[in-house]
T-cell receptor, first 114, second 113 residues
Framework: QKEVEQNSGPLSVPEGAIASLNCTYS??????FFWYRQYSGKSPELIMSIYSNGDKEDGRFTAQLNKASQYVSLLIRDSQPSDSATYLCAVSASRGSTLGRLYFGRGTQLTVWP | EAQVTQNPRYLITVTGKKLTVTCSQN?????MSWYRQDPGLGLRQIYYSMNVEVTDKGDVPEGYKVSRKEKRNFPLILESPSPNQTSLYFC????????????FGPGTRLTVL
């Protein structure tokens, strides 16, 4: 069973602060890593994907990947109340019959207060 | 518009009454999945399909069936629903190649009485 662990939260930050979300994974062969945002009762929405070590920035979001440490993180700069949601980390299966499958963490609930 | 659609969005039914939740994608993706989401348990994969006529069990397949007769459609069948299948269900399809980006349908909230 592939494992994806996220900091359990909930995480609460003031508006304008940096929110930091963390994720570790067990499958050393994983090649693709994703962050999804999910509002209550809605479907997960892909917000970031990262495939190589280092940082990837998209607007206020930065994903960081360290394959040696099997660690991926998401930073949200200038957090807004509209960022309040549950954030899901997802990691791809490495190879073989499960290629294409994603393994999800249980999510971290983020609240941004005005 | 590229999308994954599910129907119905909401369903209340009774124990033992067979039901089907439809899922369709217009992105020509080969890989499709069904998940259920329950409070505190996260997303759990029920079944997945790597292509037409190729399906396999996920982590929680008991009580569910699927079929993949066409690339775009992947229905979820509950032959004899029970109250423990009350949940929020998501269909998803995955872009192939090295990227594996997965896109979700809007969800189906099922209540089994």
């Amino acid at each position: 069973q592939k494992e994806v662990e996220q900091n359990s939260g909930p995480l609460s930050v003031p508006e304008g602060a940096i929110a930091s979300l963390n994720c570790t994974y067990s499958d050393r062969g994983s090649q693709s890593f994703f962050w999804y945002r999910q509002y209550s009762g809605k479907s997960p929405e892909l917000i970031m994907s990262i495939y190589s070590n280092g940082d990837k920035e998209d607007g206020r979001f930065t994903a960081q990947l360290n394959k040696a440490s099997q660690y991926v993180s998401l930073l949200i700069r200038d957090s807004q109340p509209s960022d309040s949601a549950t954030y899901l980390c997802a990691v791809s299966a490495s190879r073989g019959s499960t290629l294409g499958r994603l393994y999800f963490g249980r999510g971290t609930q983020l609240t941004v207060w005005p | 518009e590229a999308q994954v659609t599910q129907n119905p969005r909401y369903l209340i039914t009774v124990t033992g009454k067979k039901l089907t939740v439809t899922c369709s994608q217009n992105m020509n993706h080969e890989y499709m999945s069904w998940y259920r989401q329950d409070p505190g348990l996260g997303l759990r994969q029920i079944y997945y399909s790597m292509n037409v006529e190729v399906t396999d069990k996920g982590d929680v397949p008991e009580g569910y069936k699927v079929s993949r007769k066409e690339k775009r459609n992947f229905p979820l069948i509950l032959e004899s629903p029970s109250p423990n299948q009350t949940s929020l269900y998501f269909c998803a399809s995955t872009r192939g190649g090295p990227y594996n980006e997965q896109f979700f349908g809007p969800g189906t909230r099922l209540t089994v009485l």
